[in-house]
């Protein structure tokens, strides 16, 4: 995208927006139903699990941050900086399993919909793709992104803020139980952290800020200071909606199997509250969609100029080819969604290791900058942690074709 200017307007228009962009893709549909469905089993004690994949996910995404934001370089292009045609790989898992996510995007979208204004699902579906492709068909489509993200990450977390003072929870037990949990549940912890800083997720802020041109050793300060936001901004999402459910669950209500998330905040709010639910949910399926499709075209364009010149085409067929798949088919394609999840799980550490390598042994990739040994050592403890999510990833592949 190339409508982005050297103004300063625009340049805090465009960290805005890499830093909505990273925590709005973290928090989609998927987490959503998984803060539900873990705070129904857990209570107060999810708030040890929410606790601590947030400091896994700071320590992911300050070195990643760090390491494309200086170097100027794509995480794909690294990748073949280290070891040639690892990039390549790198760029197929990640488009990969962005496109087969961004069918369950599209899902969400329609889910939304379907509870804000009681629309079909399938025509909540395309409403939101065609939305979707309107703001990269755009002229400016860079600002657009950038906006829209902003504004809609904005009104999830003053909606969920609302529902989460109604529905009264208990924040000094869940206070107590980040600390000292009654149980501790790894899932919960490895599904977190799978599920927010796995596939495209990672990349997502950090290619948007080199894509706008803020890079380099001397942008230290402003990619730092956008990591942080935006681990902050995603912070503040995952705990108000856990503090909304929590409220509910507290009170004693019973959820609907089918659909937990809706029958917690009608229950919370009423009506309201399940229209609120929609809004929500459409627009994190929505800022998904967006995040997804964005993120996993970069990482195809720098393979050839023709690409970077078709960015904005590319990245409007694979919303419409995953649309059309949402479309065609009566349920999700869930062995595609398992398979996706997988190799989600193995690009996580194969990436996160290549970034962490360039910090530490390729100081001629990042223009001579003395990388900070704390956030390596960092990074590399939560490296142990991915390898980890990364073998059980093996295990769900082999069972696929077991």
């Known amino acids: 995208m190339s409508d982005e200017t050297t103004t300063k307007p625009v340049r805090r228009g465009t960290l805005l927006g890499a830093v909505f962009l990273m925590a709005t893709s973290a928090v989609g549909p998927g987490f959503i139903t998984q803060t539900t469905e873990f705070t129904v089993q857990l209570g107060a004690a999810f708030a040890f699990a929410i606790v601590v994949s947030l400091l896994v996910d700071a320590a992911v995404q300050l070195n990643v941050w760090r390491v494309v934001g200086v170097s100027g370089m794509r995480a794909q292009d690294l990748g073949n900086k280290v070891l040639p045609g690892l990039g390549y790989v790198m760029a197929a898992l990640v488009v990969f399993g962005g496109f087969v996510f961004n069918v369950g995007n599209v899902a969400g979208t329609s889910l939304g919909l379907d509870a804000l204004l009681g629309l079909d699902v399938k025509i909540g579906g395309l409403v939101s793709a065609l939305i979707a492709v309107g703001i990269f068909a755009s002229r400016r489509a860079g600002v657009a992104m950038d906006r829209i993200v902003v504004a809609l990450g904005v009104l999830m977390i003053a909606v969920t803020v609302y529902v989460a003072v109604v529905s009264a929870p208990p924040v000094g037990d869940a206070m107590r139980q980040a600390v000292l949990p009654e149980q501790v549940s790894f899932l919960a912890i490895t599904t977190l952290v799978g599920g927010t800083v796995g596939g495209y997720i990672t990349y997502a802020g950090a290619h948007r800020l080199v894509d706008a041109g803020v890079s380099g050793p001397g942008q230290v300060g402003a990619i730092g200071r956008s ?128 970034l962490l390598w360039v910090g530490w042994r390729r100081r001629d990739l990042l223009g001579g900058y003395r990388y900070p040994a704390g956030l390596l050592v960092v990074g590399a403890l939560a490296w142990v942690l991915t390898v980890y999510l990364g073998a059980n990833s093996l295990s769900g592949i082999a069972a696929l074709f077991g």
Do not use: C
Not at 277 to 293: D, K, Q
Not at 331 to 345: I, K, M
């Open 227 to 354: 990591a942080i936001t935006s681990l902050l901004v995603t912070g503040v999402m995952r705990v108000v909606l856990f503090l909304a459910v929590l409220g509910v669950v507290a009170g004693g209500a019973s959820l609907a199997g089918d659909n937990p998330t809706a029958s917690a905040f009608e229950a919370a709010a009423g009506q309201v509250g399940l229209r609120l639910f929609g809004l929500i949910l459409w627009a994190a399926g929505i800022t998904s969609v967006i995040g997804a499709a964005y993120t996993s075209v970069s990482f195809l364009v720098t393979f050839s100029p023709a690409l970077e010149r078709a960015r904005n085409w590319l990245v409007v067929g694979f919303i419409g080819l995953s649309a059309t798949v949402f479309l065609l088919v009566d349920e999700a394609p869930t062995t595609l969604l398992v398979l996706a999840g997988a190799l989600n799980g193995l690009i996580l550490p194969v990436g996160f290791g290549v």
